[in-house]
């Protein structure tokens, strides 16, 4: 695509002010065919992932995982109930996640059923005037692939793009993009902050992992050497883009990427440099000439001499886990991403982790102004998909965390909608969301 340039972003039609919760900005033009819409990952949200690796991590005995998955919010058979939330939120497209484990549940074994389930997702989300953005691998695998030392195994790459390949052949008709992997950077950051060692923790971890699976070894996305996983991700998502451009040409592919904003704070220069040179620098190197850079920003961490600083705690934005995490920190991933690349950016994530949903809103839309600035300053964005439509399974911290627009009743899986929700459909009416129909 053309990078969208300030005159574009200024004159463009069926644009409108955004008032309401917004500070009071003079006047708001969103680009043209703006893709407004939320995004979620199937093992968060649709419940019985028996055959995935963090399934089998999940139930060790000597887990890290605070709460277990289990039925999570039952979406795989709520589906349709969840489009009709889409619909009242008055969204243009919805990212989500296939599994791979469903898909694919031994080496070479394809199961349609499951293919049929995807599509019949797509073609209802089309049918309401939703593009379906697919994630093809959101950080599970199917546990054999864990079984063949996951993500530190070179095959796992090719494996990846035969994956890439049925999906794109079978959804590729309905789906306006496909991401290939997601943060496959954000486990790397750990690793250079411990001087570029694997953490020792995750040794018996992956042991009881392989007895369970019956191998002599394990991976994961998220565990062992992130170095080794690093390298073998960026491998996998360059044929994994070949794969769906070879089985669906003219959709739009890319990778998203765990964009925090990163600050140097004095005597954290050096530190600053190895996570660049090490944890950001490969990935946008990877990028390079993609359709787009996923962005997914959530948190602002300044660098010292030996690691993140603690966060400041009189900030005006700080989540559940205490960190700071300023709506500003959008605009600046977003500019960052696309100096970097050269690639027209989406926001695939960004979010808040809070009980509190006036913080919430008041996140929500400061950092629409954050993006919006980035817009107007001739940064091509292509869409915002707001973390999460509902709060879900939040990998090892359980069902604690909250990010969701709605929230979830874990006897009933009962939806109900927060106030922030409301606003999320305010703002983009005012932004002059449209249905839309094609791809990205
Ligand atoms: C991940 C999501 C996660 C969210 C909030 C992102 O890093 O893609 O799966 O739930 O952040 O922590």
Redesign the pocket.
Known sequence: MLPLTRRHALTAAGAAFLVGAAPARPSYRWPERFLWGT?T?GH?IDGGNTNSDYWLLENLPNTRFKERSGDTCDSWNRWPEDIGLLKALGVNAYRFSVEWARIEPEPDLWSQATLDHYRRQCAALRDAGIMPVVTLH??TSPRWIGAMGGWENEQTADRFARYAERVAAALGDLTGAFCTL??PN?QVNSQVLRGGKADPKDAPILAAAARKAGSDRFGAYFLGDAFKVRDICIKAHRKGVDAVKAKAPGTKVGI?L?LQEWKKSPGGDALYERLWQQARKPFYDAAKGDDFIGV?T?ILFRTGPDGFLPARQDAAFINTSNLEVPPTALGAAVREAHANTGAPVFVT?N?I?TEDDALRMRHLSQSLDSLHDAIADDVPVLGYMH??LMD?F??E?GYG?K?GLYSVDRATFARKSKPAAALFRDLIRKAGVKPVSGKL
């Open positions: 995004a990952a968060q959101h950080f997601n943060e954000a998203t765990a997914q959530y994530e979010g982790e973390w999460s879900n939040e990998w911290s965390p990010f």
